[in-house]
C-alpha cells in the first residue's frame, strides 16, 4: 500500500466539498449524490486504512515544521468521523429539504470531515494546528448556516472556539520550543518546569474549548436550539468532541507525561466534574427536547475529561471509550430529536406527548441511546461509565460521589424526558403524527444497533480501537463484564433512586414534563438556576459586556481629548477665519508630541542599554 | 531590468499628459492596468535566469545601483499588485482630475519601486519623499475638508521624518563616508563592533524615528488614521495597502539586517514600539465608528507586528515579518476595497448606519469574511502563516513577553473585526437600505481576486514557501 493512501481521508471529502460548492444552486439533488457518493468513498477509505500503519512526511515550512501524516492505532479513529459524516448526509438528505442552506451544509459537513480527518492524522504540531484552525472557520460556517436566527450563536460559537485556540496556538509555541521539535511522536515532556506546565495548560485549554467543556460550552446549548438536529448529531461525534478528547488523550499519553495524582491530573478532574455537575443540572430543567440534549451533550465531555484527567489506564481507557460511546448515543439522540421536530413541527416539551406508539422506530431508537446514556447494562453507556467510576474512585473518593450525582440527574432528566415525549396520550393536535420516511430512520437504528452492539460486545470496540492505542501501559484487557460488583451495584442503586425520583415529581406536578421541578424549586438551588438562566455563568456574555465598557470607556478618553483639543483651538479660531482648522490645528501639535515621546522612548533605549 | 521599474510608469506618465485630454481620460485606467499587470509579472519573474544577462548595475545621477534581490522582488510584486487594486478602485470627477490623480498613482509607484531597489541611503532618502509627495496631494484629491486635514498632518509628521532621516544620513556620512549599504556595513564591522560611536547611535534613534513614522507604528502613528480615513477610496487602498510598508516596513527591515547590523539596543526599542503599536491599533480600533478608521487603526496594529520581528531579526522571524507585509498588503487592500464599495451603494461607511449587508452585497460581503479571517490569523486564509511564524520566532528566541503580548493582542484583534463584521455585514438590513445592490463590477471582481489570493496562498503557503527555499530565493 503506498503512502500517498494516508492523503485520501483528507483529499477525497474536501474534493467533494469542492464540487459540492460548485454546482449551481438548483441542482440539490446532484448534490446530494455527490455528497453521498464522497461521504460514502470517503468511510470505504477509512475501513480500509483501518487497522495499518503508514507514515507520510514530506518537506514543508521548513524550521522543523514537516507535513507529517501518521497513522496509527490511535488516528484510526478517523473512521468513526468517516462513518457519521455519511450518516449525516444520509439523514440530512430528508431532514435539510425545506430548510435552504442545505447545499452549504453538505459542503462544510464535508470539508469538517476533511480537516478533522487531517487534524488527527497529523504527526506535526503545526500541521495539526493549521488543521485545527480551520475548522474554527468551518464551524463558524456550519453554525451560521444551519439556521435562520443563527448568526449571534455563530459569532459565539467562533469567539469562544477562537479564544480557545489562541490559548493552543500558545501551547504549541512554548511545547516545541521546549521540546525542540515540533513532531509529535518525538516529544516526551516531562511536566517538571514552569513552561513545560504552563505549555501544558495552554494546550490543554485549547483541547477542552474543542470539546466544550465548561467555561467554553455556553454556545452548544444555543446551537442546540438555533441550528439543526442533523449539525447537533454531527458535531458530538466527528468535530468538536472527537477531536478535543482525542487531542486531550494524546497530549497525556505520548506528549506529556503526567502522573496520576498530580496536580495536573487534579486539575484536569476538578474540570471535568465541575462539566459534569453543572451542565447536568442545567440539563434537568429544560423544556426543550433539543437544548436538553444539548446540555447533555456538554455534561457528557466532562465524564470523559475526568476519566483522562486522572492519568490512570483504566481511566484513559474508559475516557476514550465513553467519548465513542457518547459520539453513538448523542448522534442518536439528536437524530431522534430531529425526527420528532420534523413530523410534529415543534420540540417543546410542554406540547409533545404520546408519541411512542405514533413512532415506533424513533421510539425504540430513543429508548436504547437513552438506557446508554444513563447508564444501564448492557448497553455501551454502562460499560465505559464503569471504568471512568472506576478510575474517579482510585483517585478521590469526592470525584466519584459527583461523578454518581450527576449519573443521578442523567438519568432523571432521561425519564423526564422519555416519559413526557413518547409515552401517554397523544395530544390532540398531534393525533395524526406518522413515522419518519426511512433516510431519517436509517441512521437512528443503525446507531442504535451500534450502542447495543459496542455494550453486550464490548471486546470489538475495546481491543480493537481503544486499547491498542495505550499500547505498553496496559496489562490486562478491559473488556468483558466489570470487574467487581461494587460499582455496578452502586449505579444500580443510583438509578432505582432515579426512578423513585421521577415517580415522586410526576405525582407531585402532576404532569411527567414536571417530573424534576421539585429539584428546581428546591431552596438552595432555586437562586443557582435563577443566575444560570439569566446567563451569569456565561462567560462569553461577560467578556462582551467588558470589552463594551472598555470601548466606552476609551471612546470617553479620546472624546475628552478631542474635547480639550476642540476647546483650545477654538479659541485660535476666533482668529483664524477657516474652518479647516478649527479641528486640526491642535490635533497635529498633538501628534507631534506623541513623536517626541515616542523619540524620548527610544532614546532611552538606545542610549541606556548601548551606553 | 531594473530600470524599467522606473522608466515603465515614468513613460505612463508621458503617455496620460499628451495633448487631447478626453481621450487620455478614456484610457488611463487601462493605462494604469496594463502598466501595473506588466510590472507585476516583470516582478514576479525578475529572479529567473532568462533576466541574468540584462540585470546589470545601472548607475543613477548619485552613483548608485539599482539591484533586485528576492526581498525587492516580493516588494515589487506587492506594489504592483495593490497599485492594481487601488486603479481599479478609481477616482471620480472631471476628466482634468482622473488624468491628474492616475499620473499621480504612477509617480508614487515609481517612487515605492525606488525605494526597494536601491541600495544607498541618499537615494532611499529620494525616493521617500517622491513617494510622500505624491501622497500627500493623492490625499487631499477631492479637496475635501477632512481630506484637507488628514493630508496636512500627514505632511506635517513626514516633514519629522524626513527631518529625521536627513540628519541620520548626515551622521551616517560624517562616520562612514559614503552612504553605500555596502560600505556602511563594512565600516560598521570594522569598527569593533560594539563600543559604538555616539553619531553612530544618533543616527539610529532619528532612523527608528523618521521610518517609524513613515511606517504609521505608535506613537508616530498620529497620522495615519486621519489621513487614510479621511483619503478617497482608491487612495486609502494605496496608502494602508503599500505605502507604509515600503517606506517604512520594508526600510526597517532592510536597514536592521543588511546595513546596520548587530545592534541590540536599536533592536530592543524597535521590539518595543512593535508590541506598543500591536496595542495601541487594536484596543484602537475597537473604539471607532467609521469602517475605515477601523481599518486604520489596524493598520496600526499590525504595522505593530511587523516592526515587532524586524526587530527580533531571526530567520524565522524576518521570514515572518516579509509574509506578514504581503499578507497584510492582501487583506487591507481588500478591505479597503470592500468599504469603497460599501461607501458606494450606500453613501456612508458609518458603523451605526449599515448592517446585514451580506443580504444584498454578497460578494463584498463574503470576501470581507476572507479579509477578516486573514487579519485576524485564521486558517486557511494567509493571515494564518504570518502572524504564527512571528509568534513562533519570538518563542523561540526566548522573547517570551513579546510573544505574549502578541498572541494576547490577537484576542482584541478578533475582538474589533467581528464588531466590524457584526456591525456591516451580519445581522439585520440596517433600515433604509432595502434598495441597495451590489458594487459595481471592477470593485467586486478586484476584492474577488484578492479574496482569491489571500485563501490560495494561505492553503498554498507551504508549498510556495518550500518552492521559494528550492530556487534560492530565502
Known sequence: MSEWMILLPILVPAAGAGVVFLLPKQLTAIQQAVAMLTAAAGLAITILLFGRELTFTKNWVGFGIYFDLRLYSFSAMILIVAAFAFLTVLYASVYMKDRGFSRSFYGFVLLATSFVSGAMLANNLVLMLFFWEGLLGILFALVYTGGREASQTAIKALVINGCADLCLILGVCITGWQAATFTMDQISLPLMNYWTTFGFVMMMIGAIGKAGSMPFHSWIPDAATDTNAAFMAFLPAALDKILGIYFLARMTLDLFVVIPGSKMSHTMMIIGCITIIFAVLMALIQKDYRKLLGYHAVSQVGYMILGIGTALTVGIVGGLFHMVNNALYKGCLFFTAGSVEMQTGTTDLKVLGGLGRKMPVTFAGFMVAALSITGVPPFNGFFSKELIFDAALQSNVIYFVIAAAGAFCTAASFLKLGHTVYFGEAPRNLRDTREAPWPILVPIVVLAFACALFGAYNVLPLQYLIEPILGERLHHTYSGLPHSWLLPAISAVILVLAVLNHRYGVKKSGKPVGAVDHIHHARPLRSLYDYAEAGSFDPYKGVSSMLESLAIILMGIDRLIDWVYTGFATGIATLVADGIGRVHIGKHWMYVLWTLAGAVVVIAIVFGIGG | ?474
Not at chain 2, 77 to 95: H, L, P, R, Y
Not at chain 2, 110 to 121: A, K, P, Q, S
Not at chain 2, 218 to 228: I, K, M, S
Request: glycine share 8%.
Open chain 2, 1 to 474: 531590468m531594473p530600470v524599467l521599474f522606473l522608466m515603465v510608469p515614468l513613460c505612463g506618465i508621458f503617455l496620460l499628459n499628451l495633448p487631447k485630454r478626453s481621450i487620455a481620460a478614456k484610457f488611463a485606467s487601462w493605462l494604469v492596468g496594463l502598466i501595473c499587470v506588466l510590472l507585476g509579472v516583470l516582478a514576479a519573474t525578475s529572479q529567473m535566469a532568462c533576466w541574468k544577462p540584462f540585470n546589470e548595475a545601472f548607475v543613477l545621477p548619485f552613483s548608485d545601483l539599482l539591484s533586485v534581490d528576492w526581498f525587492s522582488a516580493v516588494m515589487l510584486f506587492t506594489i504592483a499588485m495593490v497599485t492594481t487594486a487601488a486603479n481599479a478602485v478609481g477616482f471620480d470627477g472631471e476628466d482634468r482630475k482622473k488624468v491628474l490623480a492616475r499620473s499621480l498613482l504612477l509617480i508614487c509607484l515609481t517612487g515605492m519601486n525606488g525605494i526597494v531597489m536601491v541600495r544607498d541611503l541618499m537615494s532611499v532618502y529620494v525616493f521617500l519623499e517622491i513617494t510622500a509627495v505624491s501622497c500627500f496631494v493623492l490625499i487631499a484629491i477631492d479637496q475635501k475638508i477632512e481630506a484637507l486635514g488628514g493630508a496636512f498632518k500627514y505632511y506635517i509628521l513626514s516633514g519629522v521624518a524626513t527631518f529625521a532621516i536627513l540628519i541620520a544620513n548626515a551622521f551616517v556620512f560624517m562616520n562612514v563616508g559614503s552612504l553605500q549599504f555596502a560600505d556602511i556595513q563594512a565600516a560598521l564591522a570594522d569598527a569593533a563592533a560594539g563600543d559604538g560611536a555616539l553619531d553612530l547611535k544618533i543616527s539610529l534613534v532619528l532612523f527608528v524615528i523618521g521610518l517609524c513614522v513613515k511606517a504609521g507604528v505608535a506613537p508616530f502613528h498620529g497620522w495615519l488614521p486621519d489621513a487614510h480615513a479621511s483619503a478617497p477610496s482608491a487612495v486609502s487602498v494605496l496608502l494602508s495597502g503599500v505605502v507604509i510598508k515600503v517606506a517604512g516596513a520594508y526600510l526597517i527591515l532592510r536597514l536592521a539586517n543588511e546595513v546596520f547590523v548587530e545592534q541590540p539596543a536599536a533592536r530592543l526599542a524597535l521590539m518595543v514600539l512593535g508590541a506598543f503599536s500591536i496595542a495601541v491599533g487594536a484596543f484602537g480600533a475597537i473604539a471607532q465608528h467609521d469602517m475605515k478608521r477601523v481599518l486604520a487603526f489596524s493598520s496600526v496594529s499590525q504595522m505593530g507586528y511587523i516592526v515587532l520581528a524586524a526587530g527580533l531579526g531571526s530567520t524565522l522571524a524576518l521570514m515572518g515579518a516579509v509574509v506578514h507585509i504581503v499578507n497584510h498588503a492582501m487583506f487591507k487592500s481588500l478591505l479597503f476595497v470592500n468599504a469603497a464599495a460599501v461607501k458606494e451603494q450606500t453613501g456612508t461607511t458609518e458603523l451605526d448606519e449599515l448592517g446585514g449587508l451580506t443580504e444584498r452585497m454578497p460578494m463584498t460581503g463574503w470576501t470581507s469574511v476572507v479579509g477578516l479571517l486573514s487579519a485576524a490569523g485564521l486558517p486557511p486564509t494567509s493571515g494564518f502563516w504570518s502572524k504564527l511564524l512571528i509568534i513562533m520566532a519570538l518563542f523561540m528566541a526566548d522573547r517570551w513577553v513579546f510573544a505574549i503580548i502578541a498572541l494576547g493582542m490577537s484576542i482584541v484583534t478578533l475582538g474589533y473585526l467581528l464588531m466590524l463584521q457584526r456591525n456591516v455585514f451580519f445581522g439585520k438590513l440596517h433600515a433604509g437600505l432595502e434598495e441597495l445592490r451590489e458594487a459595481r463590477k471592477s470593485l467586486t471582481i478586484t476584492a474577488l481576486a484578492l479574496a482569491t489570493l489571500t485563501s490560495v496562498v494561505g492553503l498554498a503557503f507551504p508549498v510556495l514557501f518550500y518552492l521559494l527555499s528550492q530556487m534560492g530565493y530565502v
